[in-house]
């Protein structure tokens, strides 16, 4: 059984659902220490032809607090009004714009209960089957760290093979999880163009920019297209 475990990302970029498509359960972090200047609340969408990062308004953040015990501020709006103005005249805007919508006007004042019901909705949306589960209902040792946390789900949830995306290529060895039965592998999205509004590509935006200018059976097809590496 393949597993994958990652922090709640806003609206993250198209690699990030790769590997939610690529493993049949998948355990949304969302028990790990915020990390101030992260993709948790925020991240990079095409405005007027440019990168430009967009931010969830946080109440109270800190990296000695836990992901699930960041509040949200009030400043869903002001998003969902700079997602119409960056992607108004894109060809799938009215497609999409309806489940912006439903994304940032969910009723919510829990930073990571709103980002995970985005990552529902992203996934309904594409027809991502793979099965969600949430860190903070499982029963695990507090007390362990890093690998050896990851190690530990990997054996309560009876995976044999741990997926992580190419970033954690540095994180963790597989050697370790060799010791414990388990099989370590990296996925690294291919170079993946599409037609945007700017004549030169601009790569790694969040998945909004996928979803405005590509139907869904292009993104599906862009789904599989990852290697997955050892290390």
Not at 109 to 136: A, F, G, P, Q, R
Not at 139 to 164: H, M
């Amino acid at each position: 059984m393949k597993l994958g475990i990652m922090q709640p990302y806003f609206l993250p970029y198209l690699g990030y659902f790769q590997l939610i498509n690529a493993v049949d359960r998948y355990v949304i972090y969302d028990d790990a220490n915020y990390i101030k200047q992260g993709w948790i609340n925020r991240n990079r969408i095409l405005l007027d032809g440019e990168p430009f990062m967009f931010s969830l308004q946080l109440s109270g953040a800190s990296s000695f607090k836990k992901i699930n015990e960041i509040r949200l501020g009030d400043n869903q709006e002001k998003v969902y009004r700079t997602l119409q103005h960056a992607y108004s005249r894109a060809p799938f805007y009215r497609g999409i714009i309806d489940l912006l919508y439903r994304i940032t006007h969910y009723e919510t004042k829990s930073l990571s209960d709103y980002v995970i019901n985005s990552i529902h909705e992203i996934c309904n949306y594409l027809n991502i089957n793979t099965e969600i589960l949430i860190s903070s209902d499982l029963e695990k040792d507090q007390s362990l760290k890093g690998e050896e946390k990851v190690i530990y789900i990997c054996k309560l949830l009876k995976a044999d093979t741990y997926l992580n995306t190419i970033g954690g290529i540095n994180l963790y060895q597989s050697q370790r999880f060799r010791q414990e039965g388990l099989h370590l592998l990296f996925l690294n999205m291919r170079k993946i163009n599409y037609k945007q509004f700017c004549l030169n590509f601009i790569a790694d935006l969040s998945i909004i920019d996928v979803l405005m200018f590509n139907d869904r059976t292009a993104i599906l097809e862009m789904l599989s297209q990852y290697d997955l590496i050892e290390n």
